[in-house]
């Protein structure tokens, strides 16, 4: 039996960003679907009591660029700690992700090239013409996902996965669901894991 996972998840998020490509790598090796869920967390933190970065105390504030640093070592992964376009506008890049997934192409592969642009390429995803060239680079045609991602029904699906993720529980970015169980974090991943074995 294939094991489906909820992928609730934020293209600027350095945590997702950290554990997409190994998500990626676990449902291949366990024969699992990915169900790959991009909405406002922004919204999702006002709704469950979370902070945006920049309204959180100093002490937190430092502790997360630790984490960063010492993630950064552990998986060997680039990581830009002060990223020139951060915090940043990610409601175009996850619409064509969203619009990728729709027209059943590798949305998965889109998303984690966003990812990469803003955590190791200091690339503004803000900004449409970037968003095309990454696009165009990673073998989509980035003009058509643009102009066509922003009609009613790609951002009826964001604000429905934003509404789902607060629905189930879903409180930051990353978080894997698995039949109801979330594993919030991209340090949860083992987990996950042992739950693919489980069902495999």
């Known amino acids: 039996m294939t094991i489906t996972i909820d992928y609730y998840a934020s ?21 699992a679907k ?10 999702v933190f006002s709704e469950t009591g979370g902070l945006p970065l920049a309204k959180r105390a ?6 997360r660029f630790q984490e960063l640093k010492r993630w950064r070592k552990e998986l060997n992964i680039d990581l830009e700690l002060n990223p020139e376009f951060f915090p940043v506008d990610p ?36 900004d449409d013409e ?14 058509a996902l643009l102009k066509n991602c922003t009609t009613s029904p790609i951002k009826t699906i964001y604000e429905a996965n ?21 594993f919030w974090g991209q340090d949860r991943l083992m987990f996950v894991e042992k739950r693919l074995k489980e069902g495999s």
């Open 162 to 182: 934003t509404q789902e993720a607060i629905d189930c529980g879903v409180f930051g970015a990353p978080s894997y669901v698995i039949d109801g169980e979330i």
């Open 34 to 43: 990915i169900n790959f869920k991009l909405g406002d967390f922004g919204t």
């Open 91 to 126: 409601t175009n890049a996850s619409y064509m992700v969203i619009l990728a997934n729709s027209e059943r192409l590798d949305a998965l592969s889109l998303g984690g090239a966003f990812m990469h642009a803003v955590w190791a390429e200091n690339l503004d995803i803000s």
């Open 130 to 143: 970037t968003l095309v060239k990454i696009a165009n680079k990673s073998g989509f045609d980035g003009s």
């Open 11 to 31: 293209i600027p998020s350095p945590w997702t960003y950290f554990g997409h490509a190994r998500l990626c790598a676990l449902a291949k090796k366990y024969d």
């Open 58 to 63: 100093p002490e937190r504030q430092k502790y």
